[in-house]
């Protein structure tokens, strides 16, 4: 299945959704699968495909999930700010917020925290506003991101300040990028 947009001059290949990052999106951000059924499954359960006509026709694009628009509604702005600052790209910002906290999943909704900050690797850090956790992680970690051109730039400079104790992290923040990238396409954001 292939879906494919541009985002801000960028091809994207959307069809990253099915599958966006090997298995990210099936339990590893604590996301499930967002689309109650496997969206790369074109035929329906009549035997035709997703998009009718016996499969000459494209299947729908997957539709945005409530939890990756409300994702979306509150980190681009900040990404778009700690990337001004920053001299970066926000899309490598939302993808470290949407990796370290599950797409702002329910815990990070309740205390706040875009991107799984804690007390030196211990407890979360609990903070009073979206505001407040994007200005602490910009105090504490910006620094090591200024200016970076790629996302794996982003990824290798931030690492050994941010995360240490996962060896592909580096690499699945790059997938997560690429799934960011292609539910902006698919959200309209």
Known sequence: MLFRSTLNGIQVDCSMVCNPTDGIMDGFLGVGDPFGQNPCDASNSDGSTAGGGGGDEPPDPPACPGYIRNFFNVAIPIANQLASTWSTDPHYILALSAYESG??????????????????????????????????????????????????????????????????????????????????VICGQ
């Open 103 to 184: 797409w702002l999943g329910t815990h990070a909704q309740s205390i706040h925290n875009l991107f799984g900050l804690t007390n030196k690797g211990g407890n979360d850090l609990h903070l009073s506003s979206y505001q407040a956790s994007a200005d602490f992680w910009s105090k504490n970690d910006g620094k090591y991101i200024e200016g970076d051109a790629s996302i794996a730039a982003f990824s290798q400079d931030i690492q050994p300040h941010y995360n240490t104790a996962n060896p592909d992290w580096t690499q699945t923040l790059v997938s997560v990028f690429t799934s960011v990238l292609s539910w902006r």
